[in-house]
Structure formats: structure tokens, C-alpha cells
Nanobody, 117 residues
Framework: QVQFVESGGGLVQPGGSLRLSCAAS????????MSWYRQAPGKERELVAR????????TYADSVKGRFTISRDSRKNTVYLQMNSLKPEDTAVYYC??????????WGQGTQVTVSS
């Protein structure tokens, strides 16, 4: 069974940092591109960052470029999202999932990130 367990969210002041983790299981982690999405209240879920399976090349949404860093550890089947210089508009529930798998319906429960003073 494919599973994703996100953690590391919380309440942080503007300008602060958080590191999200996502533990994946039920598939060959090293063979899949991975990604982080987020969904803010009243908005559609959006792709934040993705990392390739083998070369670990990365791509970011323009809104987070230069502030967020996605990485992966295939020994631990875990993908990370380091978030720096956080802004109130980064407030959302953050999810990880595989990227580029047609018809893939697996999502984790997400982790809440709230940026507020």
C-alpha cells in the first residue's frame, strides 16, 4: 500500500524557517520523481517543488524559488522541504506525493504550515 506521512509543520513568524519531512512506503522510492504540493484555504492545490528520481534535479514554483529547497534521501525513503524566509502567503497544508504517475490517487494527510505574527 502506497503511503505518505508528512510532518514538520507548525506555526512560525514571517521570515522564519521550517523543514518538512515526508516518509514514503509501499513502492520503490528511488525509482520515482517526488514532489510537494500545498493547498491554502479557498484555493486549489498547487505544485510547490519536485525532484527527479535519479539525477535529483529540482524545479520550483516561481512563488517559492530561492526560498524553498526540496531534497531526498533514498536510504530513508524520505523527501524533505526546507522552507526559509517564510511569508504569510505560504500558509497552507503541505502534501508530498509521487510526481508524473498517470492516475496516481495517493496523497498523505498533509501537514499544516501557518505563517503569522
Amino acid at each position: 500500500q502506497v503511503q505518505f506521512v508528512e510532518s514538520g509543520g507548525g506555526l512560525v513568524q514571517p521570515g522564519g524557517s521550517l523543514r518538512l519531512s515526508c516518509a514514503a512506503s509501499g513502492f520503490t522510492f528511488s525509482s520515482y520523481h517526488m514532489s510537494w504540493y500545498r493547498q491554502a484555504p479557498g484555493k486549489e492545490r498547487e505544485l510547490v517543488a519536485r525532484i527527479s528520481a535519479y539525477s535529483s534535479s529540482t524545479t520550483y514554483a516561481d512563488s517559492v524559488k530561492g526560498r524553498f529547497t526540496i531534497s531526498r534521501d533514498s536510504r530513508k525513503n524520505t523527501v524533505y522541504l526546507q522552507m526559509n524566509s517564510l511569508k504569510p502567503e505560504d500558509t497552507a497544508v503541505y502534501y508530498c506525493r509521487r510526481f508524473g504517475v498517470p492516475g496516481d490517487a495517493y496523497w498523505g494527510q498533509g501537514t499544516q504550515v501557518t505563517v503569522s505574527s
